[in-house]
């Protein structure tokens, strides 16, 4: 026992660790001390490139889509699940998205942006993306709360499902038209001044925003992540909980989905393989635990910002961009370690 310890009447074990300290001082703030030294570092480095107004809408807007990913992907860590399969769904999403749209408007489609349809059928290309998305959310609630199986195998089963359908729907290749208005006002659009994927985006945030940490919902969210188990004894019905949150996951990939198709005039089957870790990657940054039960949107925001950051920077710098999955891993790798770090001290406070 050491000095300290005998001093405070603590076993050494029971003592907070000069790391576990640093953990708890730092908190979720430094990964957001880290995006600012980003901007700082590539600013100063390529003043030019990197600040300019066109390169900061292009950070924006490709943040977009990833973010409405890494959305639904807090709900599901923070309740102390994982959902692999968000870039497959996203990619079954688009394709049944387009072929509805493409059947409604009667066009073959065979060329880029070649449909006339209007907004109707528009919306209910959307709504046919955000109910296919919800139907595989609902699948995996389904297996993970009644079947009881494990959230990475399910998730993982259903991540190969979902593209595989996706290849067997379009042969293996992308549906290559899509209706003009799409293209044309959502995805190279704006609304208020604002580029229409990233307003889309701010909306979609601020609404899981609410219902995560104002309402009932939200608490349930975190208490069944926190402790299931007691959870349930406060009378919460886990098993209908995880299934709308599961199902919150999928609606959301089907709404980047649509952002997707709008994005690239296209549908991306091998365009969306790392999805799923580049999400997790961003929620876990933004101080979200993979253990469940702590994280917030606004963390994940800053979170979804680090990559896409690094990748312009990297870029504008000339340095291959290989690099930033090496940083990307280091970084994440020390994100869990402080989250660690920290639930260790909580603990033992």
């Given at each position: 026992?050491?000095?300290?310890?005998?001093?405070?009447?603590?076993?050494?074990?029971?003592?907070?660790?000069?790391?576990?300290?640093?953990?708890?001082?730092?908190?979720?703030?430094?990964?957001?001390?880290?995006?600012?030294?980003?901007?700082?570092?590539?600013?100063?480095?390529?003043?030019?490139?990197?600040?300019?107004?066109?390169?900061?809408?292009?950070?924006?807007?490709?943040?977009?889509?990833?973010?409405?990913?890494?959305?639904?992907?807090?709900?599901?860590?923070?309740?102390?699940?994982?959902?692999?399969?968000?870039?497959?769904?996203?990619?079954?999403?688009?394709?049944?998205?387009?072929?509805?749209?493409?059947?409604?408007?009667?066009?073959?489609?065979?060329?880029?942006?070649?449909?006339?349809?209007?907004?109707?059928?528009?919306?209910?290309?959307?709504?046919?993306?955000?109910?296919?998305?919800g139907i595989w959310g609902a699948i995996n609630g389904w297996l993970v709360s009644f079947a009881r199986i494990p959230a990475l195998i399910v998730t993982l089963g259903t991540l190969g499902m979902s593209l595989g359908f996706a290849q067997i729907i379009t042969g293996g290749i992308d549906v290559r038209a899509m209706p003009e208005l799409l293209v044309s006002e959502i995805g190279g659009g704006s609304i208020l001044g604002i580029p229409s994927l990233v307003f889309i985006a701010i909306v979609a945030t601020v609404i899981a925003a609410i219902v995560l940490h104002l309402t009932r919902f939200g608490l349930r969210i975190f208490a069944?992540?926190?402790?299931?188990?007691?959870?349930?004894?406060?009378?919460?019905?886990?098993?209908?909980?995880?299934?709308?949150?599961?199902?919150?996951?999928?609606?959301?990939?089907?709404?980047?989905?649509?952002?997707?198709?709008?994005?690239?005039?296209?549908?991306?089957?091998?365009?969306?393989?790392?999805?799923?870790?580049?999400?997790i990657s961003a929620v876990v940054l933004g101080g979200t635990s993979l253990f469940g039960g702590l994280g917030s949107i606004a963390g994940t925001v800053i979170g979804v910002f680090i990559p896409i950051i690094l990748l312009n920077g990297f870029v504008i710098l000339g340095i291959p961009p290989f690099w930033q999955t090496v940083a990307m891993g280091a970084v994440l790798i020390f994100a869990v370690w402080v989250d660690q770090l920290k639930r260790r001290a909580q603990e033992r406070g």
């Open positions: 026992m050491s000095v300290a310890a005998e001093k405070d009447g603590l076993p050494e074990a029971e003592m907070e660790t000069a790391r576990e300290r640093v953990a708890r001082i730092l908190g979720g703030g430094w990964i957001f001390l880290l995006l600012i030294a980003l901007v700082v570092i590539f600013s100063v480095l390529r003043p030019a490139q990197f600040s300019s107004s066109y390169n900061l809408s292009q950070l924006a807007i490709n943040a977009a889509i990833l973010l409405v990913l890494s959305i639904g992907q807090t709900y599901v860590i923070i309740a102390a699940g994982i959902d692999l399969s968000i870039g497959a769904v996203l990619v079954f999403c688009s394709v049944v998205s387009a072929k509805a749209m493409l059947w409604l408007s009667g066009d073959p489609g065979s060329t880029f942006g070649t449909t006339d349809a209007g907004w109707g059928i528009i919306a209910i290309g959307t709504l046919v993306s955000l109910a296919a998305g069944i992540g926190s402790n299931a188990e007691a959870a349930r004894r406060s009378g919460i019905n886990i098993k209908a909980q995880l299934i709308r949150i599961y199902m919150i996951s999928g609606m959301l990939a089907g709404l980047a989905a649509v952002m997707s198709n709008a994005r690239f005039s296209t549908t991306t089957i091998g365009g969306h393989a790392m999805d799923n870790l580049t999400t």
